[in-house]
């Protein structure tokens, strides 16, 4: 009788074995490995020998048959050493098996071979190491550069996804306080400048000359603060114009620098990678600049979701001009300028999921209105800047708003004269009381108008309600005793920043005594500021025993502990780690709660 299914036999034998038990499944299994092609099916061989070894019971005579079968697959695809292991284990199951002996002679094997174990680790896939590889922090890559292994290549290839480019020195501000200086000499600072000099020209030479790691570049910084054309700066600037066209898989850019360096990026960057999803600016005018106004013609990016921006002064007009061109993709918005308003006419808050807006809100602004009524898909939002209007009131009628709000921020610089909103302080604790989920916290103010918004400790008070919360930047107040502040703070804090302007009135170090009694104790990370300290030791002794990082204004110290006599060290940062790096070394630090993810940071 002829077959009228072509698939009728696979059906017949999937039916009779459907009532066999494990065993005799096992066995019908291993007579059908029997007529398997050693060659080329050494994965199907693999996977059927390892379900057999999982049954239970399974008669030692079959275990050395499997055994035997896989380690003769292995051994035709080249695996010598798990071979032998197999090979060793079928002997010891069956030490007088024939075949065993006829395979050892074939193959020249000693019998003290079959005993050695594999002299390296697993042998994982390219792709394999690359996911595991993605999940380390950069200090953590940069070691596995001087791993002898595929690895090292991996982290080469994961690391320079981001570069940065330093055309500049990196000059410390003048106004900072002298006490909090690196005690390092100049020569120390020029040396490394002049390293990042060279290994700026070093990576552009590598992108023109080496179109495979130009191909692999995602995401390009370039720093030039004091950038001036009349300097002979410009062979580095050809240079970087002439490497832009060769990062054809470039998704995002970061510029700080002047205007005539930000126009010719921006040319250049929308002229052959139109497909960029990320763009960052900083305006940073020449230090003998003085007229700091711009007004920055951005080109539209039809792919762009996230865009920052951060000047002093000048017009807004044409940013105000992209964000409309842009307002259907743009995902996440920042802008920084203490003179421009929110733009409420210009983006479409619906669609954004984090705002960042530091600026002027005016009597008249519709900041608040849209962002609270239209903000459904905000996860991000971080205020700051001048408040001249009563916003309160917003806050009340909009207490439901921003369901998947997950960091909120607060910060305002400056209360005009005219304005008093003594409800602000109790709407906005009232807004977050039942958002358990909140992982972020910031509201600062400025002391000497905490009456005129209503900020005494009862703004302290919805704190332990927030369960989640991983990072609290707040001031403190000044009718709240320390005893209880401490317990104040929710367990599951490990980043505090704490503005102690006016607060403290009488001895620092009393005063930290009080409040260490309630700290978290998995607090990591301390920032104290407006408030002179002489030592960043004393903070951790008197008040914080638990933090790795101290940071004192704008001064950090990394605080360990030695083993030996359990003695406190505090090494200070110097001004281009804390300046370009603080993230990368807060994350090694276990820190990395204190981070604030901007739009322009890393994703």
């Given amino acids: 009788m002829s077959l009228f299914n072509p698939r009728i036999l696979d059906a017949s034998i999937r039916d009779v074995t459907a009532d066999l038990n494990d065993t005799q499944k096992a066995d019908v299994l ?108 950069k200090r953590d890559l940069k070691s596995l550069l001087f791993v002898p292994n595929a690895l090292s290549r991996i982290a080469s290839q994961l690391l320079f996804r981001e570069i940065n480019i330093h055309l500049t020195a990196a000059v410390e501000p003048g106004g900072a306080d002298s006490r909090f200086r690196p005690t390092q000499g100049e020569s120390v600072d020029q040396d490394i400048d002049a390293w990042h000099y060279q290994r700026s020209a070093d ?30 700066l410009a062979f580095q600037v050809g240079m970087l114009m002439n490497a832009l066209p060769k990062l054809l898989n470039l998704r995002k ?87 421009w308003r929110f733009p409420t006419e210009a983006i479409s808050v619906r669609h954004l999921t984090q705002i960042e807006f530091s600026g002027c809100f005016s009597t008249d602004t519709q900041a608040f209105s849209e962002i609270l009524a239209n903000g459904h898909q905000l996860e991000s939002l971080m205020l700051s800047g001048t408040l001249e209007c009563t916003p309160s009131s917003l806050f009340r009628k909009y207490r439901t708003a921003l369901p998947f709000l997950r960091h909120f921020s607060l910060t305002i610089t400056n209360l005009h004269r005219h304005i008093a909103d003594r409800e602000l302080c109790p709407a906005i604790s009232e807004f977050l009381r039942e958002r358990s989920q909140l992982r972020t916290y910031h509201l600062l103010i400025p002391p000497t108008d905490a009456r005129r918004i209503g900020f005494d400790a009862s703004a302290w008070g919805v704190l332990p309600v927030l369960s989640n919360l991983s990072s609290l930047s707040i001031t403190y107040p000044r009718d709240l005793s320390p005893a209880l502040a401490g317990w104040l703070v929710p367990r599951t804090v490990r980043a505090l920043t704490l503005d102690l302007s006016h607060a403290v009135t009488e001895d620092f170090m009393a005063f930290m005594n009080q409040l260490r009694t309630g700290m978290p104790p998995v607090l990591r990370y301390i920032g104290i500021t407006n408030i002179p300290i002489r030592s960043a030791l004393s903070v951790v002794e008197h008040g914080f025993p638990n933090v790795r990082v101290v940071r004192v204004d704008g001064n ?42 901007g739009v322009d940071g890393p994703r």
């Fill in 253 to 339: 850019v970061h510029c700080s620098g002047n205007k005539e360096l930000i126009a010719r990026m921006l040319h250049t960057v929308h002229s052959y990678n139109p497909r960029l999803q990320r763009l960052s600016l900083v305006y940073e005018p020449h230090i003998r600049a003085t007229d700091h106004a711009v007004d920055i013609e951005v080109p539209v990016f039809k792919h762009l979701t996230h865009f920052a921006i951060s000047s002093d002064g000048g017009s807004s007009s044409s940013v105000h001009t992209f964000l409309a061109q842009s307002r259907d993709t743009l995902r996440s918005l920042s802008i920084n300028n203490p003179r």
């Fill in 203 to 232: 990576i552009l030479t590598r992108i023109l000359v080496d179109p495979h790691f130009a191909g692999q570049v995602r995401s390009l910084s370039i720093f030039a603060l004091s950038y001036d054309v009349k300097q002979p």
């Fill in 556 to 597: 950090i110290w990394t605080v360990t502990r030695c083993e030996e006599d359990g003695s406190l060290e505090a090494e200070q940062w110097s001004y281009r780690r804390g300046k370009y790096h603080a993230a990368e070394w807060l994350e090694s630090l276990e820190c990395a709660d204190a981070i604030w993810v």
């Fill in 30 to 137: 291993l007579h059908a490995l029997q007529h398997l092609p050693i060659q080329g099916c050494r994965t199907i061989m693999e996977n059927a020998v390892q379900s057999l070894l999982q049954v239970p019971n399974l008669p030692s005579a079959n275990i050395a048959r499997a055994l035997l079968l896989r380690a003769k697959g292995r051994l035709a695809a080249g695996y010598r050493t798990s071979a032998q292991q197999d090979l060793h284990s079928v002997l010891t199951v069956d030490p007088e098996n024939q075949d065993v002996k006829a395979i050892i002679q074939v193959q020249h094997l000693r019998p003290e071979m079959l005993l050695r174990e594999p002299d390296c680790p697993p042998r994982f896939s390219a792709e394999v190491w690359r996911e595991i590889a993605l999940f380390l922090p």
